[in-house]
């Protein structure tokens, strides 16, 4: 992987890590993504009302899907990759 900076890089860190989200129930973690995730945002905006709702069924439906309970709460885990490339010197 080093190669791919061309000597703009002296080290590269690539860690796997996970974020987990914690919510009360289904509804909160959906009302949540339609708060804060720009695609559900746009997808409000330009659907008619009867499409965006059959959307939003489905979201609910993955949400169920996705998480888990945990101590009463809803924990819907997310993977990510931490990369930290170094400057040489």
Do not use: C
């Amino acid at each position: 992987m080093l190669r791919r900076f061309n000597g703009l890089a002296s080290s590269i860190d690539v860690q796997h890590r996970k974020l987990a989200f914690a919510f009360g129930d289904v509804e909160d973690a959906r009302d949540f993504w339609e708060r804060t995730n720009p695609p559900v945002i746009a997808l409000r905006g330009m659907l008619p009302p009867e499409a965006y709702q059959k959307m939003r069924a489905g979201l609910t439906d993955i949400i169920r899907e996705l998480g888990r309970v945990e101590d009463g709460r809803l924990v819907l885990e997310s993977d990510f990759l931490s990369v930290v490339a170094k400057k040489p010197g």
